[in-house]
């Protein structure tokens, strides 16, 4: 009896070329995979993707709004890049964007007269602040007792977005709001001021600045070596007398303070005021760019431009009566592609024919 | 049909990995209902000898007979429906089901509807007759490790197991729960079933078997009842003789001790005591050897010295200061350099480059950085004179660790751990798996250090060597220092004595003991 079987092999090393081509194909892959589906629910796939990629990149307006939308992504994607270096999973970028809108909401809705100089800078640290802290929550019980990130991340994500409903619906209300979800809208003085007549705003700059710091930190400095001993071999660098558990919290904190800031752009320069629909998943959409750009913070940068092309381009698929649950769909192809070709970047898989042994030949014959 | 009475014969087994032959034209013949030791330092090839009779690995040539009739012994599944299991050191259970259903694992039957009731009475009714007590509808985890290496039992016994291979059982069990197993071997044996027993412990073999083979080096050496040989003659036929006497190596001025451990005891992995009460030193200038079969606390011994597991109780003292659980950083500013057991797995990150490996214990001092900042170029000279100056064979800097040849990683680790400036240097099997080559290098290095003043712990299996390098041996054997003999009064025999277990009065009394 002959039987097919795939067997898995482990590569010696992972190809060079191979590790620069598996983001490029885990796009293409998804795009395959999502056009099955888009056919099936009697779309055609080239007009859909036609229709997102003139909605994101034909003009100027197109790209600005790719890039307003990829700023939050940027920063949320930069933590999670970082904490991932320590081989930490931080799930928890949604949670932390929104407390860091919540804290900067605060300041704008606490200091209704003072001037931008202050109202800022203080908006930006509240923010920066408030996502460390919200990281800081499961990052301690991980360092010093093992327990699991990535549960305790995702689910403080529930906290913080709940947490931004009671206070849309309770105490921050405004009054004249008609009963709309809605705080009282920030001075002009809360607001960051936009760049290019655009959309696009100061968190851009922020965001461009994080990835520059996050590449010159983690190659250049003894903070950043000890980052990528600790993420290739725990044991080396506890061996090596390196404070494991100290770095985990530190790199928690300042993905937190990241997607922190994430959210006091969104709040500051977008909303206007507080809201409850501030993200459509930009910490999930994070997770995802991170692995795409390697968890290298200028393809970081990359990608989550490209992915906010994806959610600019699903908005005008919309217009042709695509659901917005397809441009999710097609995110989490990606993020399934890109972890189906890390794997075989690192196993080769071969289709085996063997004879099947079968009970009987087996045994005494003598 | 003349060999009625083996339960199974092994005849001139030879298995060759890359590089070693592991068994060597090895016999084995296992008289039915007996208990058969087999005995042998690590690498002597036991494992290797039963993973063939348990069908894990194929023989390169020799011939297996099970009952009698010659064996094709293909796969696990073969061996078993021959009768023939294996309880592992490390068992194979699944921690979240239950006695029962770990037993039931696996098994052909039942097809479909997993009724528990009849295989948990069998379970029971297999506690009853070889006194295994375990509740069938236990979960694994809530089991004692002694508890979980009868439920690996029954599960041999459910499948019809009577050649029953038990390797290194007692390693992790409490001498209460030894009793009980022996016990419950004896029963098994009454009922006509045959047990190969794996050691290294000698009182365990005169207690235990009833015919003991010793393995050494891949080749048998001995094998008689055990009636009729003592421990003493096990211990040298296990250690060997053709060692000979420790070579002339330039005296050194011995200095006050780096090293003090007082009363040290500490917990394993598994949270049993690995380390008991352990009182030992080292001088300024001397190389201090560790003798002792694996698993006896070497690990961990050196892990608590280094500050990388704690100490449950008693004191480590480094260069006169009490630096008991310490971190590991304080440990190495202290002075004390760590050449760890697992090179790629502790001792370097395989995937960085040589430069990285090679700063790692340098980074944080002032010449490689500017404050936080590090100067890359600064490092890669460092770490080029240190390549140079030790001999690393590498295409360049650059190259990841794991691309270097056994030896040339290990040069570089002794590099890094000898470069900086230290009193005490820790080593646990330093030439382990390196070629002859590269042996001679370590060793040299060893020597070097030794004569410029620096005190050696030296923790390896391989005996010759310790004779080769250390002014003093200590044996460990169950986490406990057995004695410790001078570089002039060696006595191989009395070595394997203390390594497997049997305690030797000190050397005075025992001439006095023999000249009676």
């Known amino acids: 009896m002959n039987a097919l079987k795939l067997v898995f092999e482990k590569r010696e090393a992972v190809s060079p070329a191979y590790k620069f081509i598996s983001p490029l194909l885990a796009i293409v892959m998804s795009l395959v995979l999502g056009a099955i589906f888009l056919l099936a629910s009697g779309f055609s796939p080239l007009k859909v993707y036609y229709y997102m990629w003139w909605g994101a990149f034909s003009d100027w307006y197109g790209i600005s709004e790719t890039l307003v939308t990829s700023i939050p992504i940027m920063l949320c994607a930069l933590g999670v890049a970082l904490a991932a270096k320590m081989l930490l999973w931080n799930v928890g970028a949604e949670g932390q964007f929104h407390m860091g809108a919540c804290a900067a909401a605060w300041v704008a809705l606490s200091m209704p007269g003072a001037p931008a100089w202050q109202v800022l800078p203080l908006m930006v640290l509240a923010g920066m602040a408030a996502g460390a802290l919200w990281a800081l929550l499961p990052a301690v019980p991980r360092a010093y007792l093992g327990v699991n990130e990535i549960i305790t991340t995702l689910l403080l994500n529930y906290v913080a977005i709940y947490w931004v409903e009671y206070l849309v619906h309770g105490p921050w209300r405004d009054p004249v709001s008609l009963n709309f979800p809605l705080s009282a809208p920030f001075s002009d003085a809360a607001r960051l001021p936009f760049l290019f007549g655009t959309r696009i705003h100061w968190g851009l700059v922020f965001a461009l600045a994080a990835a520059a710091l996050i590449w010159f930190v983690l190659g250049r400095t003894k903070w950043g070596y000890e980052v990528t001993v600790i993420g290739e071999n725990p044991r080396a660098a506890r061996y090596a007398g390196m404070n494991i558990e100290r770095n985990i919290v530190l790199s928690m904190c300042i993905a937190g303070a990241l997607a922190g800031l994430g959210g006091m752009a969104e709040i500051s320069a977008i909303a206007g005021r507080m809201t409850r629909q501030l993200s459509p998943g930009y910490g999930y959409s994070a997770i995802i760019v991170a692995w795409l750009g390697k968890l290298n913070p200028w393809a970081v940068a990359l990608v989550s431009v490209l992915f906010g092309g994806l959610l600019v381009g699903g908005y005008s698929a919309q217009v042709i009566g695509v659901t917005a649950a397809s441009v999710n769909m097609l995110q989490g192809l990606m993020l399934f592609c890109v972890l189906a070709t890390e794997a075989l970047g690192r196993y080769r898989v071969r289709i085996v024919r063997e004879v099947a042994r079968a009970g009987k030949e087996v045994g005494v014959d003598g | 049909m003349g060999t009625v009475d083996y339960a199974v014969e092994m ?252 009363e040290l005891a500490a917990l394993g992995d598994r949270g049993i005591t690995v380390l008991n009460g352990i009182d030992l030193d080292v001088r300024a200038g001397e190389i ?229």
């Not at chain 2, 009698?68 to 023939?84: D, N, T, W, Y």
């Not at chain 2, 005190?455 to 410790?484: F, H, K, N, P, Q």
């Open chain 2, 11 to 262: 005849r001139d087994i030879t298995k060759r990995f890359p590089g070693v032959i592991a068994n060597d034209r090895v016999n084995l013949a296992v008289r039915k209902g007996s208990i058969h030791a087999l005995l042998g330092e690590n690498g002597a090839g036991k494992s290797t000898l039963m993973n063939v009779l348990t069908g894990l690995l194929r023989p390169d040539s020799g011939e297996i007979r099970v009952r009698g009739a010659k064996a094709a012994l293909r796969s696990p599944a073969v061996a078993i429906a021959l009768g023939i299991g294996m309880v592992h050191q490390h068992f194979r259970l699944v921690q979240t089901f239950t006695v029962a259903e770990n037993i039931t694992l696996g098994m052909p039957r039942p097809r479909f509807r997993l009724d528990m009731a009849p295989i948990e009475q069998e379970v029971a009714r297999f506690s009853a007759e070889y006194s295994l007590a375990v509740n069938p509808r236990a979960k694994i985890w809530q089991l004692s490790v002694g508890e979980q290496q009868r439920v690996e039992i029954i599960k041999m016994l459910y499948r019809g197991v009577d050649v029953l291979i038990m390797d290194e059982p007692t390693a992790v069990l409490t001498p209460q729960e030894v009793r009980e197993l022996f016990e419950t071997l004896r029963r098994m044996t009454a009922d006509g079933k045959t047990i190969i027993f794996i050691t290294h412990k000698l009182d365990e073999v005169m207690e235990i078997s009833d015919r003991v083979t010793v393995l050494r080096a891949g080749r048998n050496v001995f094998s008689c009842d055990t009636r009729d040989t003592n421990p003493r003659e096990l211990a040298s036929k296990m250690v060997g003789r053709e060692i000979g006497r420790a070579p002339q190596r330039p005296s050194v001025a011995i200095g006050g001790p780096v090293l003090e451990l007082h």
């Open chain 2, 288 to 516: 201090h050897g560790i003798a002792g079969v694996a698993g006896n606390g070497q690990r961990e011994l050196a892990e608590v010295i280094t500050g990388l597991r704690r100490a449950a109780s008693g004191r480590v003292c480094i260069c006169g200061k009490d630096m008991t659980n310490s971190a590991p950083r304080s440990i190495i500013e202290a002075g004390v350099s760590h050449i760890p057991e697992d090179r790629l797995g502790m001792g370097l990150a395989p995937n960085l480059d040589i430069t990285l490996n090679a700063i790692m214990k340098r980074y944080r001092s002032g010449e490689m950085s500017r404050g936080p900042v590090m100067d890359e170029a600064r490092a890669r000279g460092w770490t080029g004179d240190l390549v140079e100056r030790f001999s690393v064979k590498t295409p360049n800097l650059r190259t990841a660790v794991r691309l270097l040849s056994g030896g040339n990683s290990q040069r570089l680790l002794l590099a890094r751990e000898t470069s900086c400036v230290h009193k005490l240097a820790v080593a646990v099997h330093p030439t382990r798996g390196l070629d002859i080559g590269a042996t001679e290098a370590v060793r040299s290095i060893l020597l070097k250090e030794r004569e410029s003043g620096v005190g050696t712990l030296l923790i390896s299996e391989d005996l010759e060597e310790l004779i080769a390098l250390c002014d003093r041996i200590s044996v460990i054997y169950e986490g406990r220092i057995m004695g410790t003999v001078g570089r002039d009064q060696l006595d191989l025999e009395e070595i394997g004595m203390m390594m497997a277990g049997m305690a030797t009065a000190a050397k005075g009394d025992e001439r006095s003991e023999a000249s009676v």
